[in-house]
């Protein structure tokens, strides 16, 4: 049983630090039924692998706690468990790996919270739903996938296909979030654990998977098959999901009432009302017929986009059921006659997984939503926005944090929302922009709202992205 995990980031081996093992050892660890091995296949300045290896002995598992693959005396002794990706390597992670795993590094802290470049390489992996599991488990958390499925027997064609495949991961993403997903997603696809399933598998679940599942379209099937079928566990763990997510998603806080720092600090500027007025005025001017609102919250951006005659399709997505409730009444979806019906669609989804219910508009807006994305996830939220989505044009706001000084309400130093992760300078959001504007081919232009100090510029500053015609889409 193998996994091999690569990095093309510079310089490569600082995967060892991210990893707290050292790239010129062979590091070994006791595990139930056998023994892991981790070493370097590969370690140079631009590129680093480490394979963690399995030596599992299904005899030692009969005689241990476990069992092998079955109920049946033959299933204990005769199984696949020591060949492929299964419970056992989780176990192996959560040993081997355990530091990364919760995103610590003592050397490299910085970059254990940073986006870089990586690859995972499993070359048996079992998915008991096929290739189509495969791909609703992992693209929906943005990753590039090569798959390969395995013959039973290359020699007896009538035994038929079998369920394991040679697996290829790619995506640029902290290390912690790529070995969260396989530790969680190996037993998923696998439909087996090797040990009993309590109450404490909630809590693994919830610390490995809090951050990402709430969001994933496939997460009643994940919480179910993760549990081994209980039904009662699976509940628990949905329900404080979703708990979760309405305690810390800002849209939810928004979708109840303005936060209250915000609403205080701008209701004398009016500039939520000039934001919308400003956004909708430049879908106008783009030419744009479908629109999609990202993080759309209460649907206040869209109840004004709603007013242009000229969409034909306008869409609004949010991270937050409870937000999509609202906007829904807000927008009184079931009282619209037929053809307005039509027009207007409410989805869930995350701004920081691939969906592609996203691609095909001429325009996406994205209004005082970035700076409450975590700096880790912004790579994830880029490759989203500008790469799969791809719209035509993009209107993207946010605060402008020299200008906070203008308000004497706000203490020195503190942003204006509390769920705020970052406020840009204009500068910074300038370079953040045109980076982006380079690497995925689309021209920028700058816009303020609100009124404007000559040295401090405006309270929002807004970003046009236009994609070239030049690069195709």
């Known amino acids: 049983m193998l996994l091999e995990i690569s990095t093309t980031h510079a310089p490569a081996t600082d995967l060892g630090f991210l990893l707290e093992k050292h790239p010129a050892r062979v590091h070994d660890f006791e595990i139930s039924g056998g023994k892991a091995t981790v070493y370097y296949r590969e370690a140079s300045e631009s590129r680093c692998t480490v394979a963690l290896l399995l030596d599992i002995d299904p005899v030692a598992l009969v005689r241990g706690s476990g069992r092998g693959g079955g109920d049946a005396p033959l299933d204990q002794y005769v199984n696949d468990r020591p060949y492929v990706a299964s419970s056992f390597l989780c176990v192996a992670l959560g040993v081997a790996f355990r530091s990364a795993l919760g995103g610590r590094s003592r050397q490299r802290p910085e970059l254990a919270a940073s986006a870089i470049p990586l690859e995972a390489r499993l070359p048996t992996l079992p998915s008991r739903g096929g290739e189509g599991l495969l791909r609703m488990l992992f693209e929906p958390l943005g990753y590039q996938l090569e798959i390969e499925r395995i013959p039973l027997d290359t020699q007896v064609a009538e035994w038929g296909e079998s369920p394991y495949y040679s697996v290829v991961l790619r995506a640029t993403r902290p290390l912690r979030e790529l070995l969260q997903h396989l530790y969680v997603l190996i037993p998923v696809l696998d439909d087996e654990k090797h040990y009993w399933v309590g109450d404490a598998e909630v809590e693994k679940l919830l610390r490995h998977a809090g951050e990402w599942l709430g969001a994933h379209p496939a997460r009643e099937l ?10 009662s566990l699976a509940r628990e763990a949905l329900e404080r999901l979703v708990v979760e997510e309405e305690a810390t998603e800002p849209a939810v806080e928004e979708a109840a009432q303005p936060p209250e720092r915000e609403r205080r600090l701008e209701e004398k500027l009016s500039l939520n009302q000039q934001r919308i007025e400003r956004v909708t005025l430049l879908v106008q001017r783009l030419g744009a017929t479908s629109v999609v609102d990202l993080g759309c919250g209460e649907a206040r951006v869209l109840a004004s986009l709603l007013q242009l005659k000229q ?19 807000r927008l009184k979806l079931d009282r619209l006659p037929p053809r307005q019906r039509e027009r207007i669609e409410l989805i869930h989804g995350s701004l920081i997984y691939r969906d592609a219910r996203l691609a095909g508009f001429d325009v996406a807006t994205v209004i005082e939503v970035v700076e409450h994305l975590d700096t880790a996830r912004l790579a994830a939220f880029e490759r989203v926005l500008f790469e799969f989505a791809r719209p035509g044009a993009i209107v993207l706001s946010t605060p402008n944090r020299e200008y906070n000084v203008k308000f004497a309400t706000l203490p020195a130093g503190q942003f204006r929302h509390a769920d705020h992760r970052f406020e840009w300078t204009r500068a910074e959001f300038e370079t953040w922009a045109r980076l982006q504007a380079g690497r995925f081919g689309y021209q920028v232009s700058f816009e303020g709202i609100g009124e404007e100090d000559p040295a401090l510029g405006a309270p929002t500053q807004v970003a046009v992205f236009e994609r070239a015609q030049a690069v195709p889409a």
């Open 222 to 231: 994940i919480a179910r098959r993760y549990l081994k079928y209980r039904r």
């Open 311 to 329: 969409l034909t399709r306008v869409v609004g997505m949010d991270v937050s059921m409870r937000a999509l409730e609202i906007a829904a009444d």
